[in-house]
Structure formats: C-alpha cells, structure tokens
C-alpha cells in the first residue's frame, strides 16, 4: 500500500469559480442555481447537525436526572424511611 502526504483542495473565490464554470460552458443562471443549491444543503445540514446536538444534550441531561435521582444516598434515604412507615403501623 502506497503512503501519500493528505491533499489539498483548492478553494476558489466566486469570481474564479464563475469564470471557470462558463468557460466550460455554464451559464451564469445555472451556476447561480448551483451555488443556491448548495447553499441550502449546508443550511440543512448546520440545522441537522444542532437539532441533534441539542437531542444528544437533552439525552445526557436526562440520563444526568436519572442518575442523581437513584444515587445511593437518596435509595437508602428512601429504604429508611419506608421501614419507618412500616414499624409505625
């Protein structure tokens, strides 16, 4: 197996990007419609990307609760207190 040194992609400005596409034959209109398309897609995926990160937070906070509501101390607390309940009558 062949081991290469990590590529780079060249970024281009929207000027270059322009040039270059209607010089391989877009027009202007369709690299417009490109350019929006792909606008919306990394727009949909941000709001994906923290809808789930907001998900996975309120999951941990949940699991967070659970865990302090059955600590040892708050069971024993509660075992206690139900023996009491139980001698008493």
Known sequence: VL????RRVRRYDHV?????LQHA???QKQVAMCC???IAIRKSR???NEYAEIERLKKRRRGYED???LTPVHYHNAVKAKGKS???D
């Open 86 to 88: 139980a001698t008493a």
């Open 16 to 20: 270059e990007r322009m040039l270059l």
């Open 67 to 69: 865990a302090v509501a």
């Open 25 to 27: 034959g877009y027009s």
């Open 36 to 38: 929006f398309e792909g």
């Open 46 to 48: 941000l709001a994906s």
């Open 3 to 6: 081991i290469t040194r990590p």
